[in-house]
């Protein structure tokens, strides 16, 4: 049994910060790559950044130098700072992991077997 529950969407300006947070529940949730992921209507979901099992982070391209992803120490909780937002980072967001990946991680979506059910992030002027 996988569960991934996030917290913290919300409303932000642009240029604000926002984290959200992923609790894992999950037995030795050392093993997983984990990431997160965002949607707007109408669009596929794509990575945002993922952190593989070794400690070892991918960003998207949009998001580098903005974003960062992070675990607590027990790998437990994923997070993900948002800094210097933009309209453009409004999306519905999502935490994903998967053990099989290990420390070969990826931005693929397709790629993940468990996901939360997504927290909504609106950037506005």
């Known amino acids: 049994q996988v569960d991934l529950v996030e917290s913290g969407g919300a409303s932000v300006q642009t240029g604000g910060s926002l984290r959200l947070s992923c609790e894992v529940s999950a037995s030795n949730t050392r093993r997983y790559c984990m990431g997160w992921f965002r949607q707007t209507p109408g669009n596929e979901r794509e990575g945002v950044g993922i952190?593989?099992?070794?400690?070892?982070?991918t960003y998207e391209d949009s998001v580098k130098g903005r974003f960062t992803i992070s675990q607590d120490g027990a790998k437990n909780t994923l997070y993900l700072q948002m800094n210097s937002v933009k309209p453009e980072d409004t999306a519905m967001y999502y935490c994903a992991a998967d053990y099989r990946l290990g420390n070969a991680g990826t931005l693929l979506e397709g790629r993940y077997r468990y996901w939360g059910q997504g927290k909504q992030v609106a950037v506005y002027s």
């Open positions: 952190i593989d099992k070794d400690g070892t982070s």
